[in-house]
């Protein structure tokens, strides 16, 4: 998982620009999407548990609201940057209008390593960021959710300060919140089973039986988790989950050949999914380098970890077998590793699509927050497989009829639902 040189924001404005031509979109529309709308930059000083005063950097960044209030995560990673955020809340722009859900595209992010900080610096690190961006999002402006290395408990410390500064309640600032305090049943496995949902339907355009199939996945936190159990429950098997190791400061992938145990694996897992290996050893599993599982004879490739893991220089390593890449994570692929999957015609599952779950669950959680009223977890996930197969099949049809991959086929239904809300609102 170690960040190299691709930086993300210009693959995000690469995509863009290609989906504009397309489009062949005007000038306005284009400076419009191209950059966030608004950008929040600042410190946080927080004290920590030996009493000495320590400054973080936090950000949060609103790329569109034409669609609806700006919506998505908040990330804790050490190498977090500006253009990162910026990158990533302009996908979620793209990832709420391919799911067709009445918000827009946010992001934000601190840069801090979560493992090497207490429960306590963890809670003033969360309130202290409410505090410095309080005035500029809530439940009608920008609504933030969990992220890489962040959970429930963060969001309800979020929430907590925020209410308290308002001064009233109001559960529908956050989502991705404890199930009890305003969380909806079903959220922490929506993205997981989002990938999965897009997999099922990929499967059945090719016409191949999901029992037939393995998989090999990237990263071993909440997504990639989830998105295991449900490829299992359709019957699929995962040889490989790779994780990464904090102590090493690098990434290994795990393998089993008859097939990972998810249980057996939560087990020697850490809170932010990484993998213990000598435990897994124990356990049977081959402990192999970080990006073995990019090599697998596997039919299903799920990068579900960090942007730009499969590049230029490692997609050629990709199995001859591989059919399918869903694309958990967001921003995994390079544009340049992106030719490679074309050439061998890989039917590939967009990062915006293929985990558009988490979101959409969030839009769900934020209806119930609202509306004081708390759905059953099949209601939940039945209104979550409706509107992940909707969007797939919209994609799907669209990249046939156009004889577009699946990523400019989303591209391009996305782009176009955003500025055609922009011209509405006679932003352009
Ligand atoms: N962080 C998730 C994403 O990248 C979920 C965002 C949300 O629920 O708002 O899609």
Known sequence: MAKTAYNPFETAQKQFDRAADM?????????LLRNPIREFHFSIPIRMDDGQM????????????????????????????????????????????????PLGGGKGG????????????QERLCRGWVRQVYKNIGPTVDIPAPDVM???????WMLDEYETLRGEKLPGFITGKPVGMGGSLGRKEATGYGVIITVREALKELNINPSDTIASVQGFGNVSQFAIELYEQIGGKVI????????DQTSYSFRKKEGVDLEELRSV???????DKQKAQELGYEVLPGEAWLEQEVDILIPAALENQITGSNAEKMNKRVKIIAEGANGPTTPDADNVIIERDIFIIPDFLANAGGVTCSYFEQ??????????????LGRLDVKMTAAFIAVSDFSRSNKLNMRDAAYVISVNRVAQACKDRGWV
């Open 23 to 31: 489009l062949e979109l005007d000038q306005a529309t284009r400076d």
């Open 54 to 101: 320590k400054v973080f950097r936090g950000f949060r960044v609103q790329h569109n609201d034409a669609r609806g209030p700006a919506k998505g995560g908040l990330r804790f990673h050490p190498q977090e940057t500006i253009d990162t955020v910026r990158a990533l809340s302009m996908w979620m722009t793209w990832k709420t209008a391919v799911a067709d859900i």
């Open 110 to 121: 601190v840069i801090c390593d979560p493992h090497n900080l207490s429960h306590t610096e």
């Open 150 to 156: 962040t959970s429930p408990q963060h969001m309800l």
């Open 240 to 247: 490989c989950v790779s994780s990464w190791d904090q102590e």
């Open 269 to 275: 897992a850490n809170p932010f999914g990484g993998i």
């Open 367 to 380: 209806v119930q927050s609202n509306m004081n009223y708390f759905w059953e977890r099949d209601d939940v």
